[in-house]
T-cell receptor, first 115, second 112 residues
């Protein structure tokens, strides 16, 4: 399967713990996005990478959230000191710079539950 | 990026054709129209993209009138497995604003 891969698929953690998610984009895709989605809502933009550079970050993203994309390949999203409000599906998407901004390929997401 | 408006929900029966319309009155000259399908506990899946007139692939058709202020996603002969949320997005090539807003989409329920 050459699609976007996310790990883990599910994560249960206690409030105050740190969690890290990984995303492996489609190999030739140089754009990478992180989104968050809660029940009944559409995906909400978190951050964007072009190759290894983080070029855009949502103003809604608190400083407890950090994302990296070393070497422009896989990416990690870390949430420090998790809160119950962080419970959501975290989605990663990738795309080609040659395509339109709206042509994204999503992974299956990581479902985070903060107890 | 252009704001879009879609119906919140639609109901249909197996075998029927379903048309979901999206309004995007402030679409820019260089914007494309893109539709996604999302099943529960999965990420959205790209269905179809178009710029004008009509685009068809193995999954759906996309109709775009001359003024491009709206678009219609057409699903022929739906089945139960087409029950999903459908999102319409409008945007073009990279102009520096990459924070795509999906909105709440249209929940399609297909009945037997």
């Amino acid at each position: 399967d050459t699609g976007v891969s996310q790990d883990p698929r599910h994560k249960i953690t206690k409030r105050g713990q740190n969690v890290t998610f990984r995303c492996d984009p489609i190999s030739e895709h140089n754009r990478l996005y992180w989104y968050r989605q809660t029940l009944g809502q559409g995906p909400e933009f978190l951050t964007y990478f072009q190759n290894e550079a983080q070029l855009e970050k949502s103003r809604l993203l608190s400083d407890r959230f950090s994302a990296e994309r070393p070497k422009g390949s896989f990416s990690t999203l870390e949430i420090q000191r998790t809160e119950q409000g962080d419970s959501a599906m975290y989605l990663c998407a990738s795309s080609l710079a040659a395509d339109t901004l709206t042509k994204l390929f999503f992974g299956s997401g990581t479902q985070l539950s903060v107890l | 990026l252009a704001k879009t408006t879609q119906p919140i929900s639609m109901d249909s029966y197996e075998g029927q054709e379903v048309n979901i319309t999206c309004s995007h009155n402030n679409i820019a000259t260089n914007d494309y129209i893109t539709w996604y399908q999302q099943f529960p506990s999965q990420g959205p899946r790209f269905i179809i993209q178009g710029y004008k007139t009509k685009v068809t692939n193995e999954v759906a058709s996309l109709f775009i009138p001359a003024d491009r202020k709206s678009s219609t996603l057409s699903l022929p002969r739906v089945s139960l497995s087409d029950t999903a949320v459908y999102y319409c997005l409008v945007g073009g090539m990279d102009t520096g604003r990459r924070a795509l807003t999906f909105g709440s989409g249209t929940r399609l329920q297909v009945q037997p």
